[in-house]
């Protein structure tokens, strides 16, 4: 899920999509207004989405709206730009930015997440490798093939999961 969803008028945001386009291996979904976007996010989950911060309006409808895509965005990144004063390269820069800050901050979660994992069952294996030795030392000698083989598969699961 790499799309991005741009929450601009068209003729504010078609240079920019079709520059991202060009440049980016992402499906691009163009929307004028935030109800649009909202009805699009009910539907579909998205990597970035980028809100003209000159559609927003005063007050009213659009601001709500805004507040909602801000609740249903998920694990989306938002960026507020303004497409007026900004230009095409400049807004191409700071959402190639905010996807690769995205996929950073992915990156990190994915390897907190991995080595927590790795530390709890670390420290739940060697807890089974240490009573499956010492049963396998006061095990009568009929048991001592079975435990002999569990020592080993912890062991082994053990040995595995180091970095």
């Not at 998205?46 to 005063?58: H, K, Q, S, T, Y």
């Not at 997440?113 to 490798?129: P, R, Y």
């Not at 396998?136 to 569990?150: D, E, I």
Request: hydrophobic share 50%; glycine share 4%; aromatic share 2%.
């Amino acid at each position: 899920m790499q799309d991005i969803l741009i929450v601009a008028s068209a003729h504010l945001a078609a240079a920019l999509a079709d520059t991202l386009r060009l440049d980016l291996d992402l499906a691009l979904h163009l929307v004028p207004d935030r109800l649009a976007a909202l009805e699009l996010l009910r539907r579909q989950e998205f990597a970035l989405i980028v809100l003209d911060e000159g559609a927003g309006g005063a007050g009213g409808v659009e601001t709500k709206a805004t507040d909602l895509v801000y609740k249903h965005a998920g694990a989306a990144t938002l960026l507020e730009l303004n497409f007026v004063l900004a230009s095409v390269p400049r807004l191409q820069r700071q959402i190639r930015a905010a996807l690769l800050r995205r996929a950073q901050d992915r990156a990190a979660a994915l390897s907190t997440v991995t080595a927590s994992l790795q530390s709890e069952l670390g420290a739940s294996l060697t807890s089974i490798l240490l009573q499956s030795e010492l049963a396998l030392r006061q095990a009568p000698p009929a048991l001592a093939p079975r435990l002999r083989h569990l020592v080993d598969l912890a062991g082994s699961l053990q040995s595995r999961l180091r970095p």
